[in-house]
């Protein structure tokens, strides 16, 4: 991060001064800042909070909405919940993987990143899937590729 | 004109915004409310009509000419309230969900809302949690506990501050009805919580939401800036001398925060670890001050039964589960959605009755009930009333009121092992059983499948089970056995178990 960054990041982290109890939210805040939590982002976090940096990468590793590169352009949120299986979404997964998208190591494609999720609460009409935070009904491998490239471009 | 086109999360993954932008330019009002809950008809628009509202199912923004003109009658499904599906339930909680404007107080208030809360003003603590317990209400949550008797340790504490945290991490697959009040009636879960508040003498809440549900937390958000400017919470709750100040905080990927432990940690800003109990949180809870943790359907109970009075919840139900249960529809099945109605149906009466069985057409193998760590079922449990102590003495669970259905395409084995692979992926690691033994699961699964030392595997499986249910901290690890066993016992073919 350039000093610009830290300073801008330290400006928006401010409201967490001193306060222990929010280390989870200012990362949250971050990440929607910088769109991932870099890893020199973790010192300025511990020191806004007045905790050791062990503390904040502790709760950075433990939740997995966190990500320390830049993400895709598009993310494209699978869910492989039961309900969803119940619909097919492990051959949704399976067909996903032979067109270049494995959502369980989320490895960047272009500029789409497919990865699992454990239930989006549309367990009705599964597959359910999120491209950019839009919800998708009845997912098929098509239909995600399709939009996720018309997202991303 | 005036028509309703919901924003639901389940509506507008089947193109209800779309629907909503080919108003633009005619001269319909349209307003945006929750879903009705029968996705198989989504995006269900209705239009105001001096009988009431006309739905019209499966909409799309080509046929809005058409419905305009009054001549979209091929998708006419007539009054929505005389709709045979929606007519046979009992909507307690979800009165509003669906039919109302979720952000606006004003629209709020003319369908009953506030009510609740105008008469929990007039009472004392311990008369509003006498009514609370008296209602029979039980947590939702999955656990069951009785609220009233949560509510009343919280009163007694005698502390500085206390909380109320509504657990909105509603990570179980298959349950969706947090998701749908949060953003078809949140007003209902901010009443409740004010009520809770007053009852315990709190005066700052928490609703803690799942990162996954995007638009929950905006509706939620925006719906309690319109409630402060309303009045309704703040410095002076309706006017009254009480204050109440809520906040909605965001989870971040993490099942195991559903644990009022480990929500707790979380909203803590640390690791969603689990906290041992005692202490409970009634009385060490956020910041170890005295907190109320409800889910948001308790929560959400709570307005009506204060409003039409004990009595009324309680006289719903069967034995000691009173009230409403708002049952969820999932998986393969061709009419998924909410199904409200009094504790008692049979399982056989939702899935069959309600649901219209499988969506693909195939005969249904398995229900899961209760979400991840509930059982699988068969077709033998059809009769079973769903209510928490019979459900239990089936061998289930009635959790979240979640009912995932498969078809006879799905393999258990697959099933057994993913609940312990999700195990092992959303454990927090802090106790053995779990952390380890969720890991041990799978290996020991797939040498069963692969035939390989069956009959030792085997023992070696239950063993670890056992471990599991008995020596876990929480319900991640103490309940992922229940779907393994379960899956074992009814279809061991699909093991490849020679029997």
Redo the contacts between chains.
Sequence with gaps: MTQFVVDDLTAQLEQFRGNNYAVLQALQTTQEMIGFVPDSALDVVAKVCNVSRAEVYGVFTFYSDFKNTAPAKCIVKVCVAEACQANGSRELVDELHNQGFDVHTAKQNGNVQMEQTFCLGNCALGPAALINGQPIARATAKKLIEKANEVAR | MKVFVPAD??A???GANEVANAFEGTDAQVIRTGSRGM??LEPLVEVETPAGRVGYANVEPADIPALLDNKLTQKSIGLVTDYDWLKKQNRVTFARVGVIDPLSVADYEAHGGLVGLRKALALTSEQIVEEVTQSGLRGRGGAGFPAGIKWNTVLGAQADQKYICCNAD???????A???LMEGDPLTLVEGMIIAGIAVGATKGLIYCR?????AIDVLNKAIKNAYAAGVLGASVCGSHFAFDLEV???????VCGEETAMLE?L?????MIRPKPPIPALSGL?GKPTVINNVMTLSAVPMILADGAAAYQGLGVERSRGTQVF??????AK??IVETAFGITLGELVDGFGGGT?SGRPIKTV?VGG?LGAYLDKSAWDVPMAYESLAAAGGMLGHG?V????DT?NMA??AR?AME?CA??S?GKCTPCRIGSTRGVEVIDKIVAGEDQAENLLLLEDLCEVMTDGSLCAMGGLTPLPVRSALKLYPADFGIRS
């Design positions: 999360s389940s507008l993954s089947l996705f198989w509603e990570g179980d697959s298959g349950t969706f947090d998701r749908m990162s996954e549900y995007p638009h905080r965001s989870g971040a990927g993490s099942y979380s803590e800003g640390k690791r969603g910041y969820q529809l999932a998986g393969n099945i998924g959605g969506n899961q991840p979640g995932v259905v498969f078809d799905v697959k099933q993913f999700f992926e959303e927090c």
